[in-house]
């Protein structure tokens, strides 16, 4: 087993770098291995399941040179963001087949792409801080260039503004995990469990996280990343790119460090006015893909407001959070995607009238939208619940009143969008449907938003597992 995790994580990143190579002889080809490269890495890790299902951990250890050891473990929640993560790059790289044609940098994106999603993977195993700054970094990369992809002068601009964020960000976090290997010996994040993390180590490591999460102050370079193509922000903001923030504090202060007790003061109140000030953005926003964005800014703090709490229906909620709402708002970015492909605008007082013409992607978006609003019985509906009632069961009323009404906030921006852009009379010209790739990716996400919500027990039963492992909590 030790093999296979390792596999699945060398199989996306080793591969990655033969797609340039193949797309010089045959574009249909390439795409086709970029596809198998992050297939083989979701079938590894789902592999793993087997083992994680029975209690068990598996451990992969390289050795190295001054405590740079390669560790990669597959516990439930390395195992669960794996899945997440290559499930939803697989349906987006296939959505990419339609919408990434005849560009002349097309071998450069499936690159970055399966290298993104393969440094994803190696940063959810990892147990070594150093390895998790380093795949952190690689991703930091990638971002910058699939932002950037269009090469225009005001794109660059905005690719160079989230890499330069994101990059100082990992840096102080750097120095956080400096500062703890200087008072504890050992980047190993076994060895450091249940020691007390020094105050400006947290502040330091939170900067890092929040910067990544887009978190306020540092939310302004994810709206400006809709520059990008559409299956590159579904990539930032569904399970992989912000959620790699989210994950880092569960991995790191959910069962393995503890924090002084003025944080748990003090980061709740930070993503209380990040969840509000973002919805508020969302109301007003005119562009799809920023108002999408700030969705996003405003979601994540859910996720964060369950893995702050200490209850297990509040971190499990988070946690189921992660896969529910990646699912749902990569439909809705695929969906904005097909608009703007379409339209040639990201303007919604451009738009309207589209359900007549693209009544699969309406209703696709339509679902997703749902999901994200939290409405039962979509999948969204109960991680967001049990969030709220994690907060309610550990006395904080007054985080779970703020959360409400962000959940409020959200249900008035996206039947905003939904009116404005699939409801009324057209305002131009008319339109078709995607090709028919797209239309699969987005009524698969749909779909799985949907059904998710039946089937919620079986992701909810294999979180609870990671809760387990992370804090013990029955």
């Known amino acids: ?50 083992p994680v299902l029975a209690g068990e951990t598996v451990t992969f250890f390289g050795s190295g040179v001054l405590g740079l050891d390669l560790i990669l473990s597959a516990d439930a929640l390395g195992v ?6 290559t499930l939803i790059g697989l349906i987006i790289i296939g959505y990419s087949f339609g919408y990434i044609q005849q560009d002349s940098n097309e071998n450069e994106y499936y690159f970055w792409v399966v290298l993104f999603l393969g440094v994803m993977v190696g940063l959810v195993y990892s147990l070594n ?55 504890y010996g050992s980047f190993d994040l076994r060895a450091l469990q249940g020691m007390v993390a020094p105050n ?78 973002a919805g508020g953005a969302a109301l007003v926003e005119n562009d799809l893909k920023r108002i999408i964005a700030y969705s996003t800014i405003s979601q994540l703090a859910f996720i964060f407001l369950g893995l702050f709490m200490k209850s297990r229906m509040a971190v499990a909620g988070g946690l189921l959070y992660i896969l529910t709402h990646g ?9 904005a995607g097909i608009v703007e492909h379409n339209l040639q605008t990201k303007d919604i007082r451009q738009m309207g009238g589209l359900v007549k013409t693209m009544p699969v992607t309406a209703i696709s978006f339509a679902f997703c939208a749902l999901s994200v609003m939290g409405i ?19 006395g904080n009323l007054f ?14 921006y996206l039947i905003r969008v939904f009116a404005k852009v699939f409801l009324g009379e057209p305002k131009g010209p008319a339109i078709k449907e995607g090709t028919i790739g797209m239309i699969w990716a987005v009524a698969i996400l749909a779909g799985l938003s949907l059904l998710g919500g039946f089937l919620i027990r079986y992701p909810n039963e294999f979180i609870q597992i990671a809760v387990r492992q992370m804090v013990g909590i029955e």
């Open 327 to 335: 699912l749902a708002k990569a439909g809705l970015f695929l969906c």
């Open 80 to 85: 669960f963001m794996a899945l997440a993560s």
């Open 129 to 183: 801080l150093v390895f998790i700054y380093l795949f952190w970094e690689i991703s930091a990369v990638a971002c910058w260039r699939l932002i950037g992809f269009y090469r225009e002068p005001q794109i660059i601009l905005k690719a160079d503004k989230a890499f330069l964020i994101t990059v100082f960000g990992a840096l102080a976090m750097l120095l956080g995990f400096v500062i703890l290997f200087n008072d």
């Open 376 to 394: 039962p019985p979509l999948a969204g509906f109960f991680s967001k619940y049990m969030v709220i009632a994690g907060a309610v069961e550990g």
């Open 1 to 50: 087993m030790e093999n296979t995790l390792l596999f699945a994580v060398l199989a996306p990143v080793i591969g990655a770098f033969s797609l340039p190579l193949i797309g010089f002889y045959s574009a249909k080809i390439r795409n086709v291995f970029a596809f198998v490269f992050v297939l083989l890495s979701l079938i590894a890790s789902a592999i793993l399941l087997r």
């Open 200 to 277: 400006l180590a947290v502040l330091l490591i939170m900067f890092g996280i929040f910067s990544k999460s887009a978190t306020l102050p540092f939310h302004t370079w994810l709206p400006d990343a809709g520059v990008a193509p559409s299956p590159v922000t579904a990539l930032l903001h569904a399970a992989v790119l912000v959620k790699i923030g989210v994950f880092v504090f569960a991995r790191l202060f959910v069962g393995n460090l503890v924090m002084e007790p003025i944080w748990g003061q003090i980061l709740p109140i930070v993503i209380a006015i990040s969840t509000i000030v």
């Open 399 to 412: 985080l779970a009143g703020i959360f409400i009404l962000s959940a409020f906030l959200t249900v008035l």
